[in-house]
């Protein structure tokens, strides 16, 4: 009998509680290619989802050589088995390759935060658009007007 109590405590103090805190963030990877000479700008975005039965906070950071080139939000809170799709843009004015990661950092109350990352390589080719400068041309047109008027006038007398 005092065998089976000191086993029944034994198994008791040994037997711990598991807790699973769950983590998620699609894609894991993108490539995003900007061809400069039609736009500088690309769209993009990362989908998180909280797969666990209490709410959790996710902040949005940066890393690599694309921290300065991307617009994306600082940070939500997602309610059990909810999914957000978070959008982010990448702007560049320079031809090159870029390598950067975005990373998710889950956190609920009272856990240590856990990261997941999507990383992401930015191709950019082309040369940038060149904006054409109308500003210079307009006291050109002017002075022309006003030459055909004074033409105009000169031809009518």
Request: proline share 4%; aromatic share 10%.
């Amino acid at each position: 009998m005092k065998t089976k109590i000191f086993l029944l405590a034994f198994l008791l103090l040994t037997i711990t509680a598991v807790y699973a805190f769950d983590v998620y963030i699609r894609p894991p990877r993108m490539i995003a290619r900007i061809n400069l000479t039609e736009t500088s700008v690309w769209n993009g975005f990362v989908e998180v989802r909280n797969t666990n039965n209490f709410t959790v906070n996710v902040t949005f950071t940066t890393t690599g050589n694309i921290t300065d080139k991307i617009n994306i939000i600082n940070r939500i809170q997602l309610e059990p088995n909810q999914t957000e799709q978070v959008n982010f843009t990448l702007t560049t004015n320079k031809p090159g390759v870029y390598n950067g990661a975005i990373i998710a950092a889950y956190q609920a109350e009272g856990t240590v935060p856990i990261a997941l990352q999507s990383e992401i390589t930015m191709i950019v080719s082309g040369t940038e658009k060149k904006q054409t400068n109308y500003i210079y041309a307009i006291p050109i047109v002017f002075a022309l007007l006003a030459l055909i008027a004074l033409l105009i006038k000169r031809y009518r007398k």
